[in-house]
């Protein structure tokens, strides 16, 4: 740009000097020249800034150009969407009286002190300022947050609550293998006590490790690798796992059709009905009422699991899926718990496209229940 006005310029100056010693008409025609010079590159410099406004207006950051008071120069569409305010009235006005940015004030003294890049989460916004390389403007951008700053939340949240979780069967495990190595002379009855502590912790470790994993792998399994499974089948299958694993139990099961078909992944509905049925357990006094229904509707397949347990208190009820979420934590860990178990049922009804739903009452009991549509909906 400067070079074009260095060599226009020098030209023109060329000809006018040439020109005083001609007559008026080339002193006419060398003022023309130099008129139609000036406004084509007037015109070429408003295209060009119209060119590089539209770019920025096709950015999905918001991008304002302060001055160096803090003052708009510049905003483009998305940016003015930010601040909810039409272009016209922000051109001009100190960025950092918005009342969305007032808090981030602190922000410009900083990076007309120091010139480094300024960074700052306000309401769910995430805003950047740079200066930029004429250092006489600062560039600011402004990012809807909301989204990615849950999702990176959300993941904080879940390794820290897995490190804690693995991190308590660790403290154990090491506390009773160091005392057992402190004590060379032990009785047979502690050796058993802290033995049995030791491998009961290990197992928990290993339900959890177990767990996560498979959350892991939900996270990245396309929707349920879809076959026609029979559920009556499946909930006889299961309900003789369980009655292996505890063999004082009593389930008692309903279905209105012999054969009843969903479409899913066979493993992740075992895995699902497990976790329910070993909860109607952990969750019952002992020895534990089980209660199985499978219904056909034909628009619909209603599968229902019951207990006659501790129930769950009303305002547990919506957050019962939520990873890690427990209602009586000491209870859970006693049960070898995390509460990442219904959560991995949640996972499997979504790639089901089932519906879950929980009804309880304290003292009474809790019933689970998945809505699939048939098998015909889905199967190809
Ligand atoms: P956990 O591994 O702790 O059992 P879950 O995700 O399976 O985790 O369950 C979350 C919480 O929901 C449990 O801590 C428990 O309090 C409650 N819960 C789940 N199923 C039942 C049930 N059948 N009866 C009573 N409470 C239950």
Request: some cysteine; aromatic content about 8%.
């Amino acid at each position: 740009m400067k070079k074009r006005y260095i060599v226009l310029l020098s030209t023109l100056g060329c000809a006018s000097f040439l020109c005083l010693y001609n007559a008026f008409l080339e002193w006419f025609l060398f003022l023309a020249l130099f008129g139609i010079a000036i406004i084509v590159q007037l015109l070429g410099g408003s295209r060009k800034k119209q060119r590089s406004l539209s770019v920025l207006d096709g950015l999905r950051e918001g991008v304002v150009i302060l001055d160096w008071e803090g003052c708009v120069c510049e905003v483009n569409q998305k940016g003015a969407l930010f601040l909810k305010q039409d272009k016209r009235s922000l051109l001009g006005m100190p960025f950092f009286d918005h009342p969305r940015l007032k808090k981030g004030y602190p922000l410009l003294e900083r990076i007309q002190e120091s010139k480094l890049p300024q960074r700052v989460m306000l309401e769910g916004i995430e805003l950047d300022l740079k200066v930029l390389e004429s250092k006489k403007k600062i560039l600011a951008t402004l990012l809807d947050s909301t989204g990615e700053y849950q999702k990176k939340q959300l993941g904080k949240d879940f390794v820290a609550n897995a490190s804690h979780e693995l991190r308590t069967p660790i403290t154990i495990i090491k506390g009773f293998a160091e005392t057992l190595y402190d004590l060379p002379e032990i009785s047979d009855a502690m050796l058993t006590e802290f033995t049995e502590k030791i491998v009961r912790n290990c197992q928990r470790m290993d339900n959890l490790v177990k767990n996560l994993l498979t959350l892991a792998d939900l996270d990245y399994l396309p929707k349920a690798r879809l076959q026609e499974v029979d559920l009556v089948g499946m909930i006889d299958n299961c309900s003789h796992s369980l009655l292996a694993l505890h063999p004082e139990i009593e389930i008692e099961s309903f279905h209105n059709e012999e054969y009843i078909l969903v479409s899913g992944d066979p493993d992740l509905l075992e895995l699902a009905i497990m976790n329910l049925l070993e909860n109607g357990v952990k969750y019952s006094e002992s020895p534990a009422f089980l209660s199985i229904t499978i219904a056909d509707f034909g628009d619909s397949i209603e599968l229902s699991i019951a207990d006659k347990g501790v129930g769950i208190p009303s305002e547990d009820l919506d957050k019962i899926f939520e990873r890690f979420y427990t209602v009586d934590k000491a209870r859970s860990r006693r049960m070898g718990g995390a509460g990442l178990g219904l959560s991995i049922v949640n996972v499997i009804a979504v790639k089901h496209d089932a519906e879950i739903s929980v009804t309880s009452t304290v003292d009474e009991g809790t019933t689970f229940k998945l809505v699939f549509q048939p098998a015909s909906v889905l199967c190809v």
